[in-house]
């Protein structure tokens, strides 16, 4: 019986192995899951970019789901994003914010105006204090907030048509299906 | 029409591949001469064949033939004609044709060496051999062909990834391939052996050279790879537990336990199974590591190429090739504990403990190379566990292996002596000692390299106390067989390397700076003067180069050029500069520009003054070397085939 030792041993790798092959087919090598999923997104009171007297709080955007989009002028993934958003974001048929993460208010407004601006609402974390209660690693990243406030995605790196089509339509049509 | 050619010439290497795999194996079986004796046609004939596509291959990059999807990918017009040859295998099909190559390789040299082998011992051998080459060419010639065509043509190519380019990785593959490759050899003896049960007791005999040229030539490998990584990657570091290098260093530990435990069953008899089993692990290691590096199971920072479709292939082969030998293992290995019973105090329970302590290391650079696939598999989500888990237990574990490597030759066989082992103890703990102390006034209080000092000179001063002994005991000519001079390399090689690892890792300087032009910065005993930064270009790259005067006390010790090049096709690759020594390294890396549009002003720097590190593949060149010595050993080249294991007069120790 003994003797057979290493060959159970093997065969308990080759189902590890099996499994690893299954798990790269499905998933990005990238993608690191967010702790934050299936968790309240955290409390946040952050400026309006255009107005910055006007403050926009976790609070005030409750009651439907939403997308938060983190970008900054100075990110050069942003800009390959940014087409995406322009040309699919008001189909999606949930409120899009943009969150300008540490970066100049000006620059970002020059770059908005210079490439459009896709958000319904633009709030500036110039800091990126309020970001690493988010656990955000850099731009562009992306989260999805229900209207109960609570993340139920998250996407690390730009949104292209295929991730939207992929990942962002499912994890919407979850959360319509909820809805009473 | 020339990389048709090639295509083919691999599709019947694959065909003879499985004549070789099943005929001679058949024929040993049923005890029929005619179809054994097809083994070595075969198995020269599919050398051939792979010889051409490999010929076909280069000439397709020499040529420029971007019609081939595989040369179009990793080569261009700009790139010199050397790195067009290593871009053979600077990608996954063409590593895997490589490998196949040298199977072949070591395939023809069994043929040539193996005639005065038993009949039926050396077609089982040939014929284990043609099924590991059957596998593999089939891998290649249905998923990963390197001569399948792109067309339209491509004008140019893409490019050799850069960090591909360098001196170190046109023969680091090769010869870490030998080395993976040459393991197959003792796998199929052990096979044979198996298949042809207790007859074969002399296979341990046959198959010691072969392992331990396999081993030397992985210690090559490795050696290259780690000098390749600390020359090329920028960091300094010459090993970084990474999962492909892992790859390479499970085989090589389990080699190492596997030619100890050769020993002694050849001599003694004892521990064949413990024997046979290691030579499925170390081939089974060197297969794994081929297929964490090609399935993509695991990413690290060199997995350059990965497709699920090769990783189930692979698998279904690990499982055939492994699975079976296993299997085959625990329904044949020996039932009896043969040969000679050894006692508690004895030269064979030395080398088992050895023997136990880098088969732990092996399993341990295992699990941990595996752990982030553990963690997915277990929904722990991603982790991984890095050097320190490494470097911990691997320290832990090698603590014992070099105390005790001073004392096995010390040991006689069956029964020792404790009492021999006083005066060694004594002598060698008093040499460790007083260069501990030495090393304390130099370095103060770092514990780490004071301990390595002391463990390198307990080692080395234990291993050259052996080499008096036998000169003074031993007459002329009797003195140091091959095998015996293998072993002292070898060990005293272990010691260089505890030297050059404790040293280099307590004692290294680093740091980074930001340095105008014109300004000097101390670092150790050292002056490094920066001169700014001049454009430079090479065949197919433009870079910066910046000069940089390293003084001490106001004399010239070297002017170092480390560059940031900017390949063709927009990678770019830093080169450091390295003034080598053999008591220390001088390193400088180019960072970037402190304000991007300005290249005559200040830059990011790296500089490191590293003791030591040289030593670390100074040991690994004698651990080498020790190999390739021990291979020669004239007793394995006798024709005494058919004598008992254990027969021979066994080592005397006085």
């Not at chain 1, 299954?22 to 990238?30: A, E, L, S, Y």
């Not at chain 2, 490759?181 to 072969?210: D, K, M, N, Y």
């Amino acid at each position: 019986m003994s003797r057979l030792l290493p060959f159970f041993a093997f065969l308990a790798l080759v189902a590890l192995f099996g499994f690893g092959i299954w798990w790269n087919t499905q998933h990005d090598q990238r993608e690191v899951p967010s702790p934050l999923i299936g968790r309240a997104a955290p409390e946040f009171r952050l400026p309006v970019l255009d107005d910055p007297s006007r403050t926009v709080a976790k609070a005030d955007l409750l009651g439907k789901p939403y997308l938060l989009n983190v970008f900054g002028s100075w990110c050069f993934a942003c800009g390959e994003e940014h087409p995406v958003l322009m040309a699919q974001g008001k189909a999606l048929g949930v409120k899009l914010v943009g969150y300008n993460y540490k970066d100049e208010p000006a620059a970002a407004k020059g770059w908005l105006a210079e490439h459009g601006n896709p958000y319904d609402l633009v709030i500036a974390d110039v800091e990126g204090r309020t970001a690493i209660d988010f656990g955000v690693y850099g731009a562009p990243e992306t989260f999805l907030v229900d209207g109960k406030g609570v993340i139920r995605y998250k996407r690390i790196g730009p949104l292209t048509p295929d991730v939207i089509e992929r990942e962002l339509k499912p994890a919407l049509a979850a959360i319509a299906k909820e809805a009473p | 029409m020339i990389p048709e050619l090639g295509q083919l010439a691999l599709i019947l290497a694959m065909l003879l591949a499985l004549v070789q795999g099943v005929v001679p194996v058949v024929g040993a079986w049923r005890g029929n001469s005619a179809l054994m004796s097809l083994a070595r046609p075969m198995a020269a004939g599919q050398f051939v064949f792979v010889a051409l596509a490999m010929g076909i291959l280069v000439h397709a990059f020499l040529t420029f033939d971007f019609s081939v999807g595989y040369v179009a990918a990793n080569s261009n017009l700009a790139l010199p004609w050397y790195y067009r040859i290593t871009a053979v295998w600077g990608a996954h099909e063409g590593s895997m044709l490589l490998w196949v190559f040298i199977l072949n390789a070591w395939t023809l040299a069994l043929t040539i060496f193996s005639r005065q082998l038993p009949e039926a011992f050396a077609a089982r051998v040939l014929g284990v051999m043609g099924f590991i080459g059957l596998g593999f060419l089939a891998f290649i010639v249905f998923t990963s062909n390197p001569f399948l065509r792109e067309l339209p043509m491509q004008p140019d190519g893409a490019d050799l990834n850069p960090v591909l380019q360098d001196p170190g990785m046109t023969f680091h593959p090769p010869v870490l391939y030998m080395g993976y490759v040459g393991f197959s050899v003792a796998f199929a003896f052990s096979i044979a052996a198996l298949l042809g049960g207790e007859l074969e007791q002399a296979w341990v005999r046959w198959a010691r050279p072969w392992t331990n040229v396999a081993w030397a030539f992985l210690s090559a490998g490795i050696v290259a790879g780690s000098w390749w990584a600390y020359a090329e990657l920028g960091w300094g570091g010459w090993w970084f537990w990474d999962p492909v290098e892992n790859a390479s260093f499970m085989p090589w530990l389990v080699g190492a336990a596997l030619v100890h435990a050769q020993a002694i069953t050849e001599k003694r008899g004892s521990l064949r199974s413990w024997t046979i089993l290691l030579s499925l692990f170390a081939f089974s290691l060197s297969l794994l590591g081929t297929f964490l590096v090609r399935s993509g199971v695991l990413t690290s920072v060199h997995s350059f190429a990965s497709d699920p479709r090769r990783g189930l292939y692979i698998l279904g082969f690990l499982v055939v090739v492994i699975g079976g030998s296993l299997l085959l293992y625990a329904v044949r290995a020996p039932k009896v504990a043969g040969g000679r019973a050894f006692a508690v105090v004895s030269r064979e329970t030395a080398v088992l403990i050895g023997n136990l302590l880098l088969t732990t290391a092996a399993a341990m650079v295992l699990l941990g190379t595996l752990f982030p696939l553990l963690g997915d598999a277990l929904n722990l989500g991603k982790v991984s566990v890095g050097p320190p888990y490494f470097g911990f237990l691997f320290n832990l574990l090698m603590l014992p292996v070099v105390l005790l490597l001073p004392f096995g030759p010390y040991l006689r066989w069956g029964k020792g002596d404790i009492g021999v082992l006083k005066p060694v103890a004594l002598r060698a703990g008093l040499a460790a000692i007083v260069c501990a102390v030495i090393a304390f006034l130099f370095v103060d209080a770092k514990l780490k390299a004071i301990a390595g000092v002391a463990g390198a000179v307990w080692a080395c001063v234990g291993t050259l106390l052996y080499v008096i002994k036998r000169w003074r005991e031993m007459p002329r000519g009797r003195r140091f067989p091959a095998e015996m001079a293998g072993m002292l390399l070898a060990h005293f090689g272990v010691g260089i390397f505890v030297a050059g690892v404790m040293l280099s890792e307590s004692l290294s300087i680093e740091r980074d700076v930001r340095m105008e032009p014109g300004k000097i910065v101390q670092l150790g005993s050292y002056d490094f003067r920066f001169d700014g930064v001049r454009e430079t270009s090479g065949p197919n790259w433009r870079g910066d180069e910046g000069v940089v005067t390293v003084m001490k006390d106001g004399a010239l010790v070297a002017n170092l050029h480390p560059q940031k090049r900017t390949y063709t096709r927009g990678q770019v690759q830093t080169e450091s500069a390295i003034d080598a020594g053999i008591f220390r390294d001088i390193y400088v890396a180019l960072g970037e520009p402190m304000d991007a549009g300005n290249r005559e002003g200040a830059w990011a720097l790296r500089l490191y003054q590293k003791p030591f590190i040289r030593w670390i593949w100074l040991g690994g060149l004698f651990m080498m070397l020790g190999g390739f010595v021990a291979a020669g050993e004239r007793r394995f080249r006798t024709q005494k085939t058919r004598s008992e294991a254990g027969a021979t007069v066994a080592e005397p120790a006085a």
